[in-house]
T-cell receptor, first 115, second 113 residues
């Protein structure tokens, strides 16, 4: 079965330190990969995506993610965390084969940045 | 959230009543989606539509119904058959499938008592 795993329910980071939110996936063939962020009582906002090409993808608000095919991972990173980065982060994936309209979603990781 | 309107933001209903959640978009996107989010949980797909006058069931369609008569609109009806309807409902749109990212509305929080 195709799936996305976000192994950490919560990640705590001190402001100014680098942060990583982990995502691993299991899909048939090559994937399209996405990261979204959700602030309390709001809809999700798109951060970045991997389609093809360079394994390091840069997105909004200084976030980046690295696609690692051998480890089937797409971890979200930021060099220096801000308190305002505190939110819920979702990883999502869909197989490239076909015109697949459904995303497979991870359960989400709560990121807490402490001053 | 720009370009996608969900109304109302909060909705209260009595058990046994059907309720319709609105989703309107001005992004000219073909694809539209309805998700349900429960506290502390991820997203679960209820229905999606790739094009006008066509829609498909998602993972948890039971107790819900949709229509897609116009490109801009994708209303979701929560029927009395839905056993646990209290949740946060999110509408999303996309230019298409595959590598296109989804854009989300602000959500409607439905409480049924």
């Amino acid at each position: 079965a195709q799936s996305v795993a976000q192994p950490e329910d919560q990640v705590n980071v001190a402001e100014g330190n680098p942060l990583t939110v982990k995502c691993t996936y299991s899909v048939s063939g090559n994937p399209y990969l996405f990261w979204y962020v959700q602030y309390p009582n709001r809809g999700l906002q798109f951060l970045l995506k991997y389609i093809t090409g360079d394994n390091l993808v840069k997105g909004s608000y200084g976030f980046e993610a690295e696609f690692n095919k051998s480890q089937t991972s797409f971890h979200l990173k930021k060099p220096s965390a801000l308190v305002s980065d505190s939110a819920l982060y979702f990883c999502a994936v869909t197989p490239q084969r076909g015109s697949n309209y459904q995303l497979i979603w991870g359960a989400g990781t709560k990121l807490i940045i402490k001053p | 959230d720009g370009g996608i309107t969900q109304s109302p933001k909060y909705l209260f209903r009595k058990e046994g009543q059907n309720v319709t959640l609105s989703c309107e978009q001005n992004l000219n996107h073909d694809a539209m989606y309805w998700y349900r989010q429960d506290p502390g949980q991820g997203l679960r797909l209820i229905y999606y539509s790739q094009i006008v006058n066509d829609f498909q069931k998602g993972d948890i369609a039971e107790g819900y119904s949709v229509s897609r008569e116009k490109k801009e609109s994708f209303p979701l009806t929560v029927t009395s058959a839905q056993k646990n309807p209290t949740a946060f409902y999110l509408c999303a749109t996309a230019e298409g499938g595959g590598g296109y990212e989804q854009y989300f509305g602000p959500g409607t929080r439905l409480t049924v008592t």
